[in-house]
């Protein structure tokens, strides 16, 4: 894939039918806290109320198109030296390599945007196999096996727990 095609930028409502293609796909979200979107009045309010009030949650976009998501939320308080990230792409993009070069992408910026920041955390349920490998393209250190760690569609399931440090080089 040519990284020139690939670009991270917030979302827009004029996303929500590029989103619904994307986000009604089981595929992707399975792994994924919310549920699938079904209408376009749904992806337009998941714009609108979650997408653009996120302190970081960018568009994953191909030709300017959105193809997916990656989002990073920075913890509070005595725990602000760190945040989570997450990200999703539509199926017909998996195995390209898009998600590896926009997280490359973000991590930079992410960094830059949030300068109290230390690490970027990842969690992923041991299926998850091509996340952990986007993970460890990028740089991101498999720290440990949580069990029964993270709750996700009505399950309490088992997670591994990835980082990356401000300090860690992006190979």
């Known amino acids: 894939m040519d990284s020139s095609r690939i670009s991270l930028r ?77 990200y999703a792409i539509g199926s017909d993009y998996w195995g390209q390599g898009i998600v590896t070069m926009a997280i490359k992408m973000a991590i930079p910026i992410v960094f830059r945007d949030f300068p109290y ?17 986007v993970l460890e393209k990028v740089g991101f250190k498999k720290e440990g096996f949580l069990r029964k760690y993270g709750f996700n569609k009505g399950e309490i399931r088992d997670m591994f727990i990835y980082s990356f440090l401000s300090t860690d080089e992006i190979p």
Not at 70 to 85: F, L, M
Not at 117 to 133: K, M
Request: hydrophobic share 35%.
């Open 117 to 133: 920041l230390v690490r970027l955390e990842a969690l992923v349920e041991p299926e998850n196999v091509g996340s952990q490998r």
């Open 10 to 86: 917030p979302f827009k409502l004029s996303d929500a039918d590029d989103l619904l293609i994307w986000a009604s796909d089981d595929k992707v979200t399975s792994y994924l806290r919310w549920h699938t979107i079904t209408s376009i009045q749904a992806a337009s309010k998941y714009i609108q109320e979650v997408a653009i009030p996120h302190p970081w949650r960018r568009s994953i976009c191909l030709d300017d198109r959105s193809i997916g998501y990656i989002s990073v939320r920075p913890e509070s308080g005595s725990e602000r030296h760190k945040a989570r990230i997450g």
